[in-house]
């Protein structure tokens, strides 16, 4: 393995007691140039504990458009209490910026300072990366989001 390889978890695994895990996953329809966001939040039993489907115009550059993504799914977590998260993405290009410390100074690196910022705020972020065939849940939301005239969201109540 390489010097910039990471190991990539290959099936989903529960995060650890007293922290989330946060699934995100994308679906561009060309035809109509939008893009269906599906997020999920679980605990350490697997049960979700919050979901978000989202529709979004798409943009031509990939990397912009897996940043936003990420940074809608982070901003969703935070805003709905979460802030022990671990991140699972599937975009290793993206992952790498975000294990910098610094600026971000690549032409995606006002998204990224902003996710950054989220993960900061939070008492524990972490972000690691995994194969997109563990984000089936995800993806099905996704693939829901475009058919729906309306973004949702779900959230237990009893955190």
């Known amino acids: 393995m ?12 529960p995060p650890d007691q007293g922290s989330y895990k946060l ?3 994308f679906y561009v329809d060309p035809c ?7 997020s999920l939040i679980r605990d350490a039993d697997g049960s979700v504990r919050a979901a978000m489907t989202q529709r979004m115009v798409s943009c ?4 912009q458009l897996q940043a936003t993504v990420v940074l809608l799914a982070v901003k969703f977590a935070f805003d709905v209490g979460f802030r022990s998260l671990d991140v699972d993405l599937s975009f290793s290009e993206l992952y790498h910026f975000l294990q910098s410390e610094g600026p971000c100074l690549a032409s995606i690196g006002n998204i990224v300072d902003d ?4 993960r ?3 008492n524990a972020c972490k972000f690691s990366i995994i194969k997109s065939s563990c984000n089936k849940a995800a993806s099905a939301l996704a ?17």
């Not at 109509?32 to 599906?38: A, D, Q, R, S, Y």
């Not at 996710?115 to 989220?118: A, D, E, Q, V």
């Not at 693939?143 to 009893?158: C, I, K, P």
């Open 23 to 25: 699934n995100m996953a």
């Open 60 to 63: 031509d550059d990939k990397l």
């Open 32 to 38: 109509l140039n939008l893009v269906g966001v599906g």
């Open 120 to 122: 900061n705020s939070c």
């Open 143 to 159: 693939t829901e989001a475009l058919s729906s005239a309306s973004s949702q969201a779900w959230f237990d109540t009893a955190l």
């Open 2 to 13: 390489g010097e910039n390889e990471v190991p990539m978890a290959s099936r989903w695994r």
């Open 115 to 118: 996710i950054l910022l989220f």
